[in-house]
């Protein structure tokens, strides 16, 4: 079946640290996958997405590149803010079936002055 | 981007009541809206999809005669928990398609005492 694993967290680094967030996935056919962010108290928000190998998802400093070797789209980050402080989930969906997106656990990452 | 809502944020309610919660898409037109449950500290779990005009579609062990889902309009999905006991107690988050992306809306606490 379709699913996503992502590193447990939370994640706690100090401001202008490198951020790396593991996520790798198992699906049946060519997935499109995702990284959404939540921050607190608002709803999932897509933050960046690949749809089809070696793909490079980017937006506000993020990347992630789509691995089919290695079933991996691992979030990037090169120097994080305070303001990077929320819940990351990775994603994938499947062609067909409504696009249904199936979710990882989520990463909490928590940034300090 | 495009904003979807929800009603009520959070709902405290006794066992064996029913609870509706509204989802609406505020500035574009939804034909799919997808229904999440999320644990504490787990993923987003889709529930069901909803299409505007027809039946939902559930998934695998979700009951729906427990979930009641009504898509009646192209900016409105409700889920309606029937006879709620503390087990239902969850967080669920519904979401809108455009025509190239899912929206989340901010998710709605449900409490059953």
């Known amino acids: 079946g379709n699913s996503v694993t992502q590193m447990e967290g939370p994640v706690t680094l100090s401001e202008e640290a490198f951020l790396t967030i593991n996520c790798t996935y198992t699906?049946?056919?060519?997935?499109?996958l995702f990284w959404y962010v939540q921050y607190p108290g608002e709803g999932l928000q897509l933050l960046l997405k690949?749809?089809?190998?070696?793909d490079k998802g980017s937006n506000k400093g993020f990347e992630a590149t789509y691995r089919k070797e290695t079933t991996s789209f691992h979030l990037e980050k090169g120097s994080v803010q305070v303001s990077d402080s929320a819940v990351y989930f990775c994603?994938?969906?499947?062609?067909?079936?409504?696009?249904?997106?199936?979710f990882g656990a989520g990463t909490r990452l928590a940034v300090h002055p | 981007g495009a904003v979807v809502s929800q009603h009520p944020s959070w709902v405290i309610c006794k066992s064996g009541t029913s609870v509706k919660i509204e989802c609406r898409s505020l500035?574009?037109?939804?034909?799919?809206m997808f229904w999440y449950r999320q644990f504490p500290k787990q993923s987003l779990m889709l529930m069901a999809t909803?299409?505007?005009?027809?039946?939902?579609?559930?998934e695998q062990g979700v009951e729906k005669d427990k979930f009641l889902i009504n898509h009646a309009s192209l900016t409105l999905s409700t889920l309606t928990v029937t006879s709620a006991h503390p087990e239902d107690s969850s967080f669920y988050i519904c979401?809108?398609?455009?025509?190239?992306?899912?929206?989340f809306g901010p998710g709605t606490r449900l409490t059953v005492l």
């Open positions: 979401s809108a398609r455009s025509e190239y992306e899912q929206f």
């Open positions: 699906a049946t056919g060519y997935p499109s």
């Open positions: 690949a749809t089809k190998a070696d």
């Open positions: 994603a994938l969906s499947v062609p067909g079936g409504y696009n249904k997106l199936i």
């Open positions: 500035d574009f037109q939804a034909t799919t």
């Open positions: 909803s299409n505007e005009g027809s039946k939902a579609t559930y």
